[in-house]
């Protein structure tokens, strides 16, 4: 009896390292979408177009041919510029758009792979030091 007890122990806390030591691990999704402008600063002049290049990688390999769907405008905002296009060696670029007022041009991008649908995010900052606050702070704001 006292054997079994001890076994069964074992079996418990054997069970509850293996789940433990899963749950440690990130998670890492077979399909990523990765956009970046062509700045390695990621700051821009108002007025500049910076270029966003789409990449989208499953198992950590450049998908070829598969379509991915984008827009291009302020953060928060509509877009000024949306579209389709096909990977080539598992990247395209776009670009086009600028920003008349210092603020963040936000590039998105989905894409449809084994019928699951992933999707990414990149960024430009337009002259970010220079953005104004949209509202008056309150009266006892310090």
Not at 29 to 35: A, C, E, L, P
Not at 58 to 77: A, R, S, W
Not at 98 to 124: E, K, N
Request: proline share 8%; charged share 20%.
């Amino acid at each position: 009896m006292h054997r079994r007890v001890h076994a069964a122990s074992a079996a418990f806390l054997f069970a509850l390292l293996l789940s433990a030591f899963a749950a440690a691990q990130p998670m890492q999704q077979t399909v990523r979408v990765i956009i970046v402008p062509d700045r390695p600063s990621w700051e821009y002049t108002v007025g500049e177009k910076p270029t966003f290049t789409i990449s989208v990688l499953q198992f950590g390999n450049p998908l070829d041919g598969v379509t991915v769907d984008y827009q291009l405008g302020p953060e928060k905002m509509d877009p000024a510029k949306k579209g389709s296009l096909t990977l080539k060696k598992g990247s395209a670029t776009v670009g086009g758009v600028t920003m008349d007022t210092p603020g963040f041009l936000q590039c998105t991008a989905t894409v449809t792979v084994d019928g699951r649908r992933y999707s990414g995010i990149g960024a430009a900052g337009f002259e970010p030091l220079k953005i104004e606050p949209s509202a008056e702070p309150p009266a006892d704001f310090e």
